[in-house]
């Protein structure tokens, strides 16, 4: 597969209190949990052991709190092969949970407090970029405060970075903000919340990227579509690669494999076709495991996946 890129994920880091039940509860309702599980999370985080167990040298900008959780969550990194120089805690805000309810179709829903991802600034940014390591990528998303996700999109293009945003949690905000980066990859509803287009349809789908790739000048548009697959711009068109049929148990860290094995392959340069393929296979592989952390695949595994696609 090449030499291992060299990718910077500025992101979040949460511990996933995750639920197991039969159905989502309605507003008033109390329904039987089947199982309670404690598993690293954050989106940030995630992605950065996603692209450790994919093939890349990755290193992780995030903050924890000064507390147990913390701790633990930044000894799993270093367990997982994360660079975790630039994870600091912060004493004054407690460590990002997101509390997970997953039914028993495996689709969840999910309540995130931020707690110390908040502290992560601009400056840091600027501090991790300032030292020796020359990165082949960053790798962003939007659990940490919006400022700093546009101070580094746009000293990663200062710097000749190729910048890569998913676009994860959505976020309603202005597209011009997002100017300067590389690669943008959105999911179904990320893309509704960005472009207020839901992509129902091919033909929704490639007006929403078409605007997406128009006002944020992004090289490259990648809409996630779930279990449709994936919808990007090929020989000049939009053109959807389709999904693999799989058995799903759990979406969560669906979209980090796919964003961190698309990043990768981006900075190959094997071409967005290739790169999309690969994310699908990832993704795809992480929706039929448990957590978030816990179901990131390995390259190994995703060359099989697609082996025996054909």
Known sequence: MGEKPRILVIGSINMDVVLKAEKFPAPGETVL??????????????????????????????????????????????????????????????????????DQEGENRIV????????????DVDLALAGKAAWDAILLQLEIPLETVCHAISAGAARGIPVILDAGPPVKLSLEKLRGVTVLSPNESETEALTGIRPDGLESASRAAALLEKSTGAREVVLKLGDRGALCRIDGHWKLIEAHRVEVVDTTAAGDSFTAALAIEYTRKTGIKEAARRAIAAGALAVTRLGAQPSLPTAEEVDRLLERAG
């Open 33 to 102: 949990g089947t199982d309670l599980s404690l598993i690293p999370g954050g989106k940030g985080a995630n992605q950065a052991v996603a692209l450790s167990r994919l093939g890349a040298s990755s290193s992780l900008l995030g903050r924890v709190g000064a507390d147990p959780w913390g701790e633990e969550l930044a000894g799993k990194l270093s367990e997982n092969g994360v660079d975790t120089e630039n994870v600091a805690a912060v004493d004054s805000l407690p460590t990002g949970n997101a509390t997970i309810i997953v």
């Open 112 to 123: 995130l407090i931020a707690g110390a991802n908040d502290a992560l600034l601009p400056e």
